[in-house]
């Protein structure tokens, strides 16, 4: 089965704090992926990771920035967090670009910005 | 510009019955369609896919309908357990491409025993 584990289930941080929230798979995927759950707007793609050393942005990116060095771990960073960026947050991991494999999600982080 | 739309933010059934969660899109770039299911402090979890080529797909008392035309999916749940009860998703992308997932805002499904 697959596991994808984050770092933290719930998190509380200061305005102007530099936030990292982790995420590793131990599934070998090459895609991976940050989400925020937000409620009435359902899950919005940060950035995501086909490989090693490489991101795209994906739909909300201002405000993010991540950092993949290994491929089973892939980190979300918020650079000066602001209480907008109080969000649930979901990492995700697939198999392979173009093989439209399922992702699979780890169990979130609840980040709270104060 | 919400290209995913699951217009029923919250659905109520019967347990034994039907629950019937509908997905609308805008874009016809996508091809592969896909349902995730969520509790309460837990990540979604992969339920049901469908690519453009097929309009049912099935897994046990779950199906999914696409029609294309109408650029609608369906996910039929038969019979409707209290289990059932939670977040439903639905997703799409493109077939080729990235896996980049557009996600609807979810309907919530309570199974009444």
């Known amino acids: 089965d697959v596991k994808v584990t984050q770092s933290s289930r719930y998190l509380v941080k200061r305005t102007g704090e530099k936030v990292f929230l982790e995420c590793v798979q131990d599934?070998?995927?090459?895609?991976m992926f940050w989400y925020r759950q937000d409620p009435g707007l359902g899950l919005r793609l940060i950035y995501f990771s086909y490989d090693v050393k490489m991101k795209e942005k994906g739909d909300i990116p201002e405000g993010y920035s991540v950092s993949r060095e290994k491929k089973e771990r892939f980190s979300l960073i918020l650079e000066s967090a602001s209480t907008n960026q109080t969000s649930m947050y979901l990492c995700?991991?697939?198999?392979?670009?173009?093989?439209?494999?399922?992702?699979?999600f780890g169990d979130g982080t609840r980040l709270s910005i104060l | 510009d919400q290209q995913v739309k699951q217009n029923s933010p919250s659905l109520s059934v019967q347990e034994g019955r039907i629950s019937i969660l509908n997905c609308d899109y805008t874009?016809?770039?996508?091809?592969?369609f896909l349902w995730y299911k969520k509790y309460p402090a837990e990540g979604p979890t992969f339920l049901i896919s469908?690519?453009?080529?097929?309009d049912k797909n099935e897994d046990g008392r779950f199906t999914v309908f696409l029609n294309k035309s109408a650029k609608h999916l369906s996910l039929h749940i038969v019979p409707s357990q209290p289990g059932d009860s939670a977040v439903y998703f639905c997703a799409a992308s493109p077939l080729f491409g990235n896996e980049k997932l557009t996600f609807g805002t979810g309907t919530r499904l309570t199974i009444i025993p």
């Open positions: 469908i690519s453009s080529i097929k």
């Open positions: 874009n016809s770039m996508f091809d592969y």
């Open positions: 599934m070998d995927h090459e895609n």
């Open positions: 995700a991991s697939s198999l392979l670009l173009y093989s439209n494999q399922p992702q699979h």
